[in-house]
Structures are given as structure tokens and as C-alpha cells.
Nanobody, 118 residues
Framework: QVQLVESGGGLVQAGGSLRLSCAASGSIFSINAMGWYHQAPGQQREFVAVISSGGSTDYSDSVKGRFTISRDNVKNTVYLQMNSLKPEDTAVYYC????????????WGQGTQVTVSS
């Protein structure tokens, strides 16, 4: 089992920035990629970004150029730097852990709320 604990959500004005963190613990040897998804009220959970153990990254079109995913393999922590935030970025953000870079999320954090006011 892998445990994921997110932090860093909050309320920010449009155009502002937030950085989310996700610390992984447990059987992390089984994990080769970590990512972020978000879920707005009444909508399905959607992919935001993913990073492999080697540092390869991928982003959804809606956040490309504004968000940056990074990881610290020593601390087993993944980060999501969110800049130029928009009201439509408002959602619960979930950290995910994947067996492989192209695999769906296998483990999930509890979620952290991000609210962007206009």
C-alpha cells in the first residue's frame, strides 16, 4: 500500500499562485510515476499532470504553460506549482501514484481544495 498526503490548497485570487505538495509513504518501490488530477463540483475527475521517476512530464492542455509538476525523489514528494490561476481551476485536487508512467492512478490522496476567486 502507498499513502499519499496532500497539502497546500486554499483560496487565491485570479492571476495568483499556489503550490501543492504530496508526500508518499509505504510501498513506494511499486510506484514509478506520480500525478495530479482535479474534480470540480458535478464533474468527473480529470487529469492535470504526471511525472515519471525519471522526470518525464505531461500536462493537460488546460494547464500547459501555467502549471509545473516536479518531484523530490529523496523526500518522496511531488509538487504542483500553479501560476496564473483562473476561476475555472477551482476544484478539489488529488495526488495520484501510478505503477507506470502511462498507467491510471493506483493510489489516491484525500484531496485538497483549491478555490480561485474572480
Amino acid at each position: 500500500q502507498v499513502q499519499l498526503v496532500e497539502s497546500g490548497g486554499g483560496l487565491v485570487q485570479a492571476g495568483g499562485s499556489l503550490r501543492l505538495s504530496c508526500a508518499a509513504s509505504g510501498s513506494i518501490f511499486s510506484i514509478n510515476a506520480m500525478g495530479w488530477y482535479h474534480q470540480a463540483p458535478g464533474q468527473q475527475r480529470e487529469f492535470v499532470a504526471v511525472i515519471s521517476s525519471g522526470g518525464s512530464t505531461d500536462y493537460s492542455d488546460s494547464v500547459k504553460g501555467r502549471f509545473t509538476i516536479s518531484r523530490d525523489n529523496v523526500k518522496n514528494t511531488v509538487y504542483l506549482q500553479m501560476n496564473s490561476l483562473k476561476p475555472e481551476d477551482t476544484a478539489v485536487y488529488y495526488c495520484s501514484a501510478h505503477s507506470g508512467y502511462g498507467d491510471p492512478g493506483r493510489y489516491w490522496g484525500q484531496g485538497t481544495q483549491v478555490t480561485v476567486s474572480s
